[in-house]
């Protein structure tokens, strides 16, 4: 077989085992809106850190404020706001007796915001489990209840869940979308939970909840002080200890509006991605390039063979197959995750925004020029290898 042949037929392969991964990972992740109600009531401390969250702000917490489970709290730090975010949190504080305001701390040397944020909010709570939540989120009034019940059926000590993504502009639409796409399609997740191995573990921020006990073992926070992807972070200690983590289908109940403009998507993508592979720069660089041809490559052949131009030793078979074999595989996951369905047909722009998004990530680690919420993220030592 000629080079090119055993090339898309490679690229075929592929994209029809990570096919296979979600269509598992679909078949058995289990949606938080089905556990229905607990037996037991622990008391929970729903906890968010909010910074220069002055427009989203009150749209989360009274959303939490009316969550149908008793025993609970809220409690939302202020991390140094400049945009009016600690007085909405005051007016709101007013009006819900279960709703405690608090005013962080200065931030201490080796501490990234957030981790610091969440932290504070993890010692003043009063709960048995402890809900992290983003200032972003919303959620429907059963989301608690659901949790509390997820725990109990799945006998968990941390629970993450995938939120639907809220995407709106063309930054949003085009990117977002990837990060709950990369973990339905490349992690196994009933093979994760049997493994418990650290290199599968996967977890989302922005809905993380955790017993006190497991948070306690895992060191909380000051243990991933200086980790810029705590999620992933905390799922891999979990799951280093031989805690019990499960990754859940939250998309009914929790909302999520990450960024809203493209210059927050840049900065959010760009401080984390590469992160996420622990500033390994070859692995890192090679998954985005193989990503970037695998899912490209195809659509360009079809597009000159359809055209009547030269097209060389490539086959427009292989090269349908593999398109085929994407578009089930990306609609399988945009369905899953309640995003708009007319994206999909956008894949080819969308990997090559995120090539573009991790080549950007990469020049901002490697410069020390990673900023998020007007804070510098410390500059990490890169590993070629």
């Known amino acids: 077989m000629p080079e090119p042949l055993r090339h898309q ?28 109600q607990p037996r037991r009531r622990p008391f929970a401390s729903i906890l968010v850190p909010a910074r220069d969250e002055r427009d989203r702000i009150e749209r989360c917490v009274r959303s939490l404020l009316v969550q149908d489970y008793v025993p609970y709290e ?66 429907a009034p059963t989301t608690l209840a659901s949790l509390v019940a997820a725990f109990e059926t799945e006998e968990a000590d941390l629970i993450s869940g995938l939120v639907r993504e809220e995407v709106v502009s063309w ?3 085009l990117l977002v979308p990837m990060l709950p796409w990369s973990i339905l399609a490349f992690v196994p997740l009933p093979l994760a939970y049997r493994l418990r191995s650290p290199a599968l573990a996967a977890g989302i921020g922005q809905f993380m909840c955790l017993r006190r006990a497991a948070y306690e073992a895992l060191g909380g926070y000051a243990a991933v002080r200086e980790q810029v992807v705590d999620d992933l972070a905390l799922v891999r200690r979990a799951a280093a200890l031989g805690l019990r983590w499960r990754l859940v289908d939250a998309t009914e109940l929790v909302g999520c509006r990450m ?115 007007g804070r510098n993220v410390a500059p990490p030592r890169v590993h070629w290898l």
């Open 74 to 139: 809220v409690v939302v730090l202020d991390d140094h706001s400049s945009d009016g975010t600690g007085e909405v949190l005051a007016r709101l504080a007013q009006e819900a007796p279960h709703l405690r305001a608090l005013r962080g701390a200065p931030l201490p040397p080796g501490w990234l915001g957030k981790h610091w944020a969440c932290h504070q909010l993890a010692d003043a709570a009063r709960g048995e489990l402890l809900v992290f939540v983003d200032a972003d989120t919303e959620h």
């Open 9 to 36: 037929a490679s690229l075929v392969v592929f994209v029809a085992v990570i096919l296979g991964i979600a269509l598992w990972n679909a078949a058995t992740l289990r949606r938080l809106s089905r556990y229905g």
């Open 259 to 373: 960024y809203r403009t493209w210059r927050e998507v840049w900065q959010g993508l760009g401080k984390s991605l590469f992160a996420a592979f622990g500033y390994h720069a070859l692995g890192f660089i090679f998954v985005w390039s193989w990503l970037a041809l695998a899912f490209t490559e195809p659509v360009v052949v079809l597009g000159l063979w359809t055209l009547g131009l030269p097209h060389g030793s490539w086959s427009p078979g292989l090269a349908g197959a593999a398109a085929v074999l994407s578009l089930a595989l990306w609609t399988l996951i945009y369905a899953r995750m309640r995003l708009p369905l007319f994206l999909v047909l956008l894949y080819p722009l969308t990997t090559w925004f995120w090539f573009a998004a991790a080549l950007c990530s990469f020049w901002l680690a490697w410069t020390g020029r990673a900023v998020w919420k």
């Open 171 to 173: 930054g949003e639409r």
